[in-house]
């Protein structure tokens, strides 16, 4: 067990995580201009990109690349870095680090090594479209972008239709038809869907309807930037009952895999799900 005291003296460097504006410069917090200044270095996904925001609060703190093409080799060097007792923020291009964006491998490296790992609070997509949606605001899954292969987005699409809660999606223009055309296929026509695009911006717009209708004027329309689509939970089916004809280990891989829980959540939460001793479930697994 380990626990962090994030202001605490430490000989050892700061990672701090710094969200940024997701379309309008003005969503950013005094804080994170503050912190954006006070480190030692910027850990950017996208150095062009960070660099016009650091223009415009007049930032001039070092920076250096980090993005999932050179996500291992960067991570061990920051590391060195707060090791060697420097403050570090990293940023995404456009909201929270780690959220469909770099991240994460950075955060884990540096709680491995006692490292303070510092969360600013700011600018999200998803749940700036979710509480504007109309649909219900919670519980909600929030699952990012779906695969691009069609065989694996339908198995995926199908693995989540009959969850009760809101769900949200992360894509790009190019790909939306695509994806609300399999949506209706494994969902139905009539499942409410809202649609957000250019967030917090001049052009910023919802599209709220059934499936069908949101597929027929996104195929009619010249889609630009990009999207958060929610969709209206299953309210025909019964939660718990999503497991019923599944095995023990079906129903520990689909947590392991659709709710990207560790072996050790999935098994803790199938046993409480089937009311079945968590000893059972987990001698089982692995026996798999």
């Known amino acids: 067990m380990k626990t962090q005291?994030?202001?605490?003296?430490?000989?050892?460097?700061?990672?701090?995580?710094?969200?940024?504006?997701?379309?309008?410069?003005?969503?950013?917090?005094?804080r994170a201009v503050q912190t954006l200044k006070d480190v030692d270095l910027i850990a950017c996904e996208d150095t062009r990109m960070t660099q016009k925001l650091l223009n415009h609060f007049e930032i001039d703190t070092t920076k250096v690349s980090y993005h999932e093409h050179n996500v291992h080799a960067q991570t061990n060097e920051l590391i060195r870095?707060?090791?060697?007792?420097?403050?570090?923020?990293?940023?995404?291009?456009?909201?929270?680090?780690?959220?469909?964006?770099?991240?994460?491998?950075?955060?884990?490296?540096?709680?491995?090594?006692?490292?303070?790992?510092?969360?600013?609070?700011?600018?999200?997509?998803a749940l700036t479209a979710l509480i504007a949606s109309g649909l219900a605001p919670q519980p909600f899954t929030f699952y990012g972008f779906l695969s691009r292969k069609k065989s694996e987005l339908n198995e995926e699409l199908n693995h989540l239709k009959d969850k009760t809660e809101t769900l949200m999606f992360y894509e790009s223009p190019h790909r939306l038809v695509r994806f609300l055309k399999e949506l209706v296929n494994v969902f139905g026509e009539e499942r409410k869907i809202v649609l957000a695009r250019e967030l917090t911006k001049r052009y910023e717009e919802f599209v709220r309807g059934t499936a069908k209708e949101v597929l027929d004027w996104?195929?009619?329309?010249?889609?630009?930037?990009?999207?958060?689509v929610l969709v209206a939970g299953n309210e025909e089916v019964e939660e718990e009952n999503y497991w019923e004809n599944w095995t023990v280990l079906e129903h520990i891989e689909y947590k392991m895999t659709y709710e990207k829980l560790s072996s050790k959540e999935a098994?803790?939460?199938?046993?409480?799900?089937?009311g079945v001793p968590k000893r059972e479930v987990y001698a089982e697994y692995h026996q798999k």
């Open 81 to 125: 870095e707060l090791l060697d007792g420097k403050n570090i923020a990293q940023v995404s291009d456009a909201g929270m680090p780690s959220i469909s964006d770099p991240g994460v491998e950075l955060v884990a490296a540096a709680v491995a090594q006692n490292i303070p790992v510092v969360p600013l609070p700011g600018a999200n997509a």
């Open 218 to 228: 996104a195929d009619k329309t010249e889609l630009r930037g990009e999207f958060v």
């Open 5 to 30: 005291q994030s202001y605490a003296k430490n000989q050892l460097g700061t990672l701090y995580l710094v969200p940024t504006p997701i379309g309008n410069l003005d969503d950013m917090t005094f």
């Open 267 to 274: 098994i803790k939460l199938v046993a409480k799900e089937r």
